[in-house]
């Protein structure tokens, strides 16, 4: 059973910085590329950024976090991570990550991982 189990997040004050670790079981990432998303309070779920499966490729949605986030992999742990830096309110969301293998989304989606921006 392939599943997506995210950690990381937690309470921080604008400005701040977290490390979410996002750990595949079920399959092996290392052919496909990982994404994570983000879902704030009444609104859709929305992607953050990409990593290729080889890892020399990365994409960020939004301007808005270009420069703060940054998302990497560890194909040997089958892991993927988002280090967010100068966090700002606007950043309090759910955090998920996903598998996508030939244009195709793997599995479910996990719990998430709750990051909260506020002093």
């Known amino acids: 059973q392939v599943q997506f189990v995210e950690s990381g997040g937690g309470l921080v004050q604008p400005g701040g910085s977290l490390r979410l670790s996002c750990a595949a079981s079920?399959?092996?990432?290392?052919?496909?590329?990982m994404r994570w998303y983000r879902q704030a309070p009444g609104k859709q779920r929305e992607l953050v950024a990409s990593i290729s499966s080889s890892a020399t490729s990365t994409f960020y949605v939004d301007s808005s976090v270009k420069g703060r986030f940054t998302i990497s992999r560890d194909n040997a742990k089958n892991t993927v991570h988002l280090q967010m830096n100068t966090l700002k309110p606007e950043d309090t969301a759910v955090y998920y990550c996903?598998?996508?293998?030939?244009?195709?989304?793997?599995?479910?989606w996990g719990q998430g991982t709750q990051v909260t921006v506020s002093s």
């Open positions: 079920g399959f092996s990432i290392s052919d496909s590329s």
């Open positions: 996903k598998a996508v293998r030939r244009g195709v989304m793997v599995g479910s």
